[in-house]
């Protein structure tokens, strides 16, 4: 049994006819009536009475219709449905994020965007560090993931920078750089030497650290790194309890906003923290939720860049 048979079987219980149901499913009526016969035959059991004017259902029949009816209406529905993905709207779509990433403006915002512009988008979010989530993209646990600075870059994934940040010095409030009369003036690099350094590890976290590091032994400065952690988050925890000082994407500003002082650093340094949107080549080439939603974030991002240039000009 196939779906042809249910259709046909429903058109000749609705026409009541066998020649004016083969009309409209615009085939002959010998071939129609032999379908049926062969679906009482499969099913073991008279559907229709035949007689001079037509046919007309058995009791069989009857149930019959109603659930074959049932069926091809569930066959529609999860057509119309497979269309909704196919056109990358409808679906369950995996996103990581770093907690760096996440607090960045632009992350929400791209978040609020799809659930507006998609609402029937299903969206798992995951929060890993930025190994994590390149190794889940790979192994296709997730779709996409916002991070900083990618740790690894395999073949077929993409890492687009969505924008570029300043980085920031972290400092307790307490401490003498935190206690300075302006804290817009930059801090030169040698300020860091001899202080305690808190990094997130740099197999999570290479770029920005291994850079600040680099710029360190270039002039012969050397903080004294006195812990590495996985997320920036927790390096924040730690600079709020005075264990010693940081460097951070300038839009983390305000966490533990009466423990920690941000700082900007030496613009020569040229220290920038970007945020990136990693995901695999295939999603992005392939109509989905996921092609859907990279495309999104692209426009999100492009705004975003303007909004920030205009209020800039301002």
Do not use: W
């Not at 632009?106 to 029937?120: E, G, S």
């Not at 390149?134 to 994934?157: D, I, M, N, S, W």
């Not at 920005?208 to 400065?221: D, I, K």
């Not at 009466?258 to 695999?280: E, G, I, M």
Request: net charge positive; with cysteine.
């Amino acid at each position: 049994m196939d779906l042809r048979h249910l259709r046909y079987f429903v058109a000749v219980a609705e026409e009541g006819h066998m020649t004016r149901a083969a009309a409209k499913l615009g085939i002959q009526q010998p071939p129609l009536s032999q379908q049926i016969k062969a679906l009482e035959t499969m099913l073991g059991l008279p559907l229709l009475l035949r007689h001079p004017k037509g046919v007309s259902l058995t009791d069989g029949g009857r149930l019959f219709l109603a659930e074959a009816r049932r069926l091809l209406e569930d066959v529609d529905a999860m057509r119309h449905r497979m269309a909704l993905v196919a056109r990358g709207v409808r679906g369950v779509l995996s996103v990581g994020f770093t907690s760096s990433a996440a607090t960045h403006a632009l992350t929400p915002r791209t978040l609020r965007a799809c659930r507006t512009r998609y609402p029937d988008i299903e969206l798992e979010l995951h929060e890993h560090n930025a190994a994590e989530i390149t190794e889940a993209l790979v192994a296709g646990r997730l779709h996409c993931g916002f991070l900083r600075v990618p740790v690894a870059r395999p073949p077929g994934l993409r890492f687009d920078t969505l924008l570029d940040e300043p980085a920031v010095l972290a400092v307790p409030a307490d401490h003498a750089l935190g206690r300075v009369r302006s804290k817009r003036t930059p801090v030169p690099l040698k300020a860091l030497h001899g202080e305690r350094l808190i990094l997130v590890r740099r197999p999570n976290a290479p770029g920005l650290y291994a850079n600040l590091l680099a710029a360190c032994a270039r002039a012969g400065v050397e903080p004294v790194i006195v812990a590495e952690v996985d997320r920036m988050v927790s390096n924040l925890n730690l600079v709020a309890s005075g264990e010693g000082l940081s460097i951070v994407p300038a839009s983390m500003k305000g966490t533990h906003a009466q423990s920690v002082v941000f700082r900007p650093l030496d613009p020569k340094l040229k220290l920038d923290a970007p945020l990136t949107l990693a995901y695999r080549e295939i999603d992005a080439a392939t109509p989905g939720p996921a092609a859907s939603f990279i495309g999104m974030v692209a426009e999100v991002a492009a705004a975003h860049r303007r909004g920030e240039a205009s209020a800039a000009r301002r």
